[in-house]
Every structure is written in C-alpha cells, then in structure tokens.
C-alpha cells in the first residue's frame, strides 16, 4: 500500500467535508467527482451553478448528489458577513464584507472558519497569496505559531526509497531565527502525518561553524530556540545538505550529530533555496513534489500550484482532510 493509499484508508466513509472554491474549473471538478465516487470526502462546490454544471455536462459527470453553492444566493450571506467582522475585529469595513463574502475564496476559508466545512482546496486558478491571504486573516495561526509555511513531501521515484519533507518551499522569503524554529517544529508534525520518522535538518552552507555570516548564525540560533520549545525532537543544525544527506559524508562533517545521515525533515534556510531545492530534487531526482502543504493553521487550508493536473487536487485533497482528522 503505497502513500496515499494509505491517507485515503484513512479518511474513507468519514464524510469530511471540503469545500472547492474554484468548482468551473474542469481540473478540481473533476477530482472532487472522482473524491466523491470513492466516497473519500463530501466536496462542497462554491461558485456560479450554472457554470459548474456546464462544466460538469461537457465533461459527462453526475453531480447532481454533489453539494453546490454560489455565494451570491447563500441564504446565510448576512450572517456570514457579520461573523467576518467579528474576526476581523475593526479591520474590515461593512464595505469590505459585502464584497469579499462574494469573493469565493474568502467565502470559502469562512466556511471553514465557521465549521460548516473541515478544509479548503484552492489555487489552481488563484495565486497563492489570494489563498493564504483570508486563511491568516480568518482562521489564522495556532497558539505558540507566529506563521504559516510551504511543505512538499518528496516521494522518492522507487519504492524501496525515503520520503523525505522539504520546508518551507513556498511562504516566507528570509524567516528569523524564532520562524525558522517554528517551521522545524511544524514540519516534524507535517511529517509524522505521512509516516515519515521525522529527524530534522536545518540546513546551511555550513555544518557546525565550517562557515561565517549573519545566515549561518541565524540558523544556528533557529536550532537553539527549537531544542527548547520541542526538546524531545530529534533536531540539529546548522549543517549542509550533504552530512544531512549521507551517512559517509556525517561520519566525516558532525560526527557527534544524531541527526547528521539520517535527516528526513529538510527545514530550507530561505525561500529561495528551499524553492530550488525542491525542484532539484524532483527535475533531477524524479522525485515526486506533493505540496505545497501549509503548515501552522488553525484549521487547513491548501494552496495548489496554477500549473496544476486533476491527479494533484484529488491528492492534495485527501492530505488536507487527513490534517483534518488530525487538528
């Protein structure tokens, strides 16, 4: 049983619930029907009913059993609009509600935010910032998390090969130190999920002090502050990818490291190496990428890539009702 059959046993008859808001788009249209037809997740499908319904009849599908709204007929539009400017707390106008309640994906994440839904799957159309963007104003972030961030899980192209968690490859530019450890600890979770032992890595171009600059001593630090916020994980940094990597290369760089050799969580300094590093690892290594997964949320909330495949959504879908069950 591979991976996501794994997930998939998981949430399977549990009737979760996911909302869609880009439902006329024939790519996350057809993975929520191919979703509900394995009776995995109860999609809910936000946006023009008509539209989604021609969508669905150009194609073939039956979604006549499948939940659909259009945010501009929503019978309880008011007292969503109402529950938005009671989270938002002065920080949106009257104005602001009536128009983004009619926006699907703010529509969306408040569906979650009011437990009518368990997640949200979205940006296969939008950018990421228009799906992050409500998640951190609405469901926001969890105690003791300051931020939310990007994980991909790399399936190794082999069977008998390691998954391994890359983060964060999507949000934060240049996290500080406390981020950065917040990221660290977020990922040890994320990796648990999929069954991946988490031993985690805080990557640098300097293992243990072989390099100088305000970079290495920031991700020293993040290694410090992470030690004591989750003593019990198994941590260490900063250190290169390669005495993270292999065992021949730790023996020689961290020795005395019970992370070094055997890292299975890859926690990326910056966003632009992690984004390179991932897709190194998946044009080179033929890894698969699954993600991005954000991480830190009060409730989950997925971004897709706008390059993605129905494959994607149907997958990513079923891991954001998995972090579901787990919330």
């Not at 290495?216 to 993040?222: C, D, L, Q, Y």
Request: with cysteine; net charge negative.
């Amino acid at each position: 049983m591979d991976m996501f059959e794994k997930l998939a046993s998981k949430i399977e008859g549990k009737g979760l619930r996911i909302v869609f808001p880009e439902a006329t788009d024939k790519r996350v249209l057809g993975a929520a029907v191919r979703l509900k037809t394995d009776d995995l997740v109860e999609p809910v499908l936000l946006g023009n009913i008509a539209e989604i319904e021609e969508v669905a009849l150009a194609n073939h599908w039956n979604i006549e059993n499948i939940e659909k709204i259009d945010p501009a007929t929503y019978p309880d539009l008011e007292a969503m609009k109402e529950a938005f400017l009671d989270r938002r707390k002065g920080k949106a106008t009257r104005e602001d509600a009536d128009r983004l309640m009619l926006d699907v994906t703010y529509f969306g994440t408040m569906l979650v935010y009011m437990d009518k839904v368990d997640g949200l799957v979205s940006g296969a159309v939008h950018s990421t910032g228009d799906t992050v963007r409500p998640a951190l104003q609405i469901i926001k972030t969890k105690p003791g998390v300051s931020l939310t961030s990007g994980a991909f899980i790399m399936v190794p192209p082999t069977r008998d090969g390691q998954k391994l968690l890359f983060s964060d490859c999507a949000i934060n530019i240049k996290p500080e130190a406390q981020a950065l450890a917040e990221i660290a600890i977020e990922s040890a979770k994320t990796a648990k999920m999929f069954d991946i032992d988490p031993h985690v890595a805080l990557l640098s171009f300097s293992t243990k002090g072989s390099g100088k600059s305000e970079d290495v001593t920031r991700v020293a630090e993040a290694t410090k502050i992470a030690k004591e916020l989750a003593p019990d994980l198994s941590l260490d940094g900063e250190i290169q990818f390669d005495a993270a990597y292999s065992p021949v290369v730790a023996k020689q760089k961290a020795p005395e490291s019970e992370v070094a050799g055997k890292a299975t969580v890859y926690v990326f300094p910056d966003l632009q190496s992690g984004n390179i590093g991932y897709k190194i690892a998946q044009r080179l290594g033929s890894y698969e990428a699954v993600g991005p997964i954000l991480q830190g949320l009060n409730k989950p909330v997925s971004d897709l890539s706008r390059g993605c495949v129905e494959e994607d959504v149907y997958k990513v879908a079923i891991i954001t009702a998995n972090q579901a069950l787990t919330d």
